[in-house]
């Protein structure tokens, strides 16, 4: 199991320096669970986007469509063969067999995300910003409720602010990366944005449009900032080290949006990401906000979710 354990530690080293930063914050048992889950959803990912630790090797429509469905299928085989207890020979899912038998994680979550991939397998179009939410969901916010029961957080309230926190991260995600995804054509924008802009869905990536794709890209963000509130109140109720880890890494998200505002229209120049400085500002804001968590009670009514996207029923398998 050692092996496993250090396969997905560099995966997560490997495949996103941020979110291995705050993984280090965490103690050291719940550190290697996480690890070993995001080495799960890493691989997942990869395999439908035909990447290796999240940089593509070639773009969405190099792939016969009957093949990225295949992908999918064998991933449901192989997860749902994990969840039951099968023997694994990958280290992938050997470590997410692992997490599932240690902390009773439901098959449902992982089926939910994974049909979130199926979703890009799908080239799925959003209508509205629900319909976006709801993706959002399936590809970050189920993580962020596996990641709190690792944590373990099992009440509703809880959970749905760690969903919360998920959903504000993928909604940065999409406004940090929207003009590479549309040239890969993936559009997340909700088309009804996009129609009152007059931006066609099939022209995101013209520079022509790059102004009205920014006011879209403000919305997101305004869109996540309510979400990131949301889940601080969540955050509140981890233990503390758990805390500090998550609070540094809704740090470092919350900063690429703050970014991609501040860089206007040329925000998608280039990649948009957080310096080495920033992310040890990060662990510290992280230590002072979990610290001053652990005195100061957290209040669903001075931050109820109002108006806000909702998975029911998270907590029940």
Not at 154 to 162: K, P
Not at 189 to 207: F, G, I
Request: include cysteine.
């Amino acid at each position: 199991m050692e092996s496993v354990a250090q396969h997905s530690r560099e995966m997560i080293q490997r495949g996103s320096r941020s979110f291995s930063a705050a993984a280090a914050l965490f103690d050291k048992s719940t550190r290697k669970d996480v690890e070993m889950l995001y080495a799960w959803c890493r691989h997942c990912d990869d395999v439908i986007d035909g990447q290796v630790l999240g940089h593509r090797q070639g773009a969405p429509g190099d792939v016969d469509p009957q093949a990225l469905q295949d992908r999918l299928d064998e991933l449901r085989r192989q997860t749902r063969a994990a969840h039951a207890g099968a023997a694994m020979t990958d280290p992938v899912f050997a470590a997410f067999q692992s997490v599932v038998q240690k902390h009773d994680l439901p098959l449902r979550y992982a089926l939910d995300l994974l049909d979130g991939f199926a979703m890009d397998v799908a080239e799925r179009r959003y209508e509205t910003l629900s319909d976006t939410l709801e993706y959002c969901y399936h590809v970050a916010g189920v993580v962020g409720v596996m990641m709190a029961h690792i944590m373990g957080v099992r009440d509703e309230q809880t959970l749905q602010r760690a969903c919360d926190l998920g959903l504000a991260f993928q909604l940065t995600n999409i406004a940090r990366d929207i003009v590479e995804d549309a040239e890969n054509d993936r559009v997340y924008l909700p088309a009804k944005w996009l129609a009152a802009e007059d931006v066609p869905v099939n022209a995101v990536a013209d520079p022509a449009n790059r102004e009205a794709v920014y006011r879209i890209a403000e919305r997101l963000i305004r869109e996540a900032d309510r979400y990131y509130d949301s889940a601080s109140v969540g955050i509140a109720r981890l233990g503390f080290r758990s805390a500090w880890a998550i609070s540094a890494a809704q740090y470092v998200y919350r900063a690429i949006g703050t970014k991609v505002i501040a860089r206007g229209p040329a925000a998608w120049d280039t990649r948009t990401s957080t310096s080495g400085a920033r992310k040890v500002a990060a662990v510290a804001y992280g230590f002072i906000r979990a610290a001053w968590r652990q005195v100061s009670k957290p209040d669903d009514n001075a931050n109820p979710r109002l108006d806000m996207w909702t998975k029911a029923n998270l907590s029940e398998a």
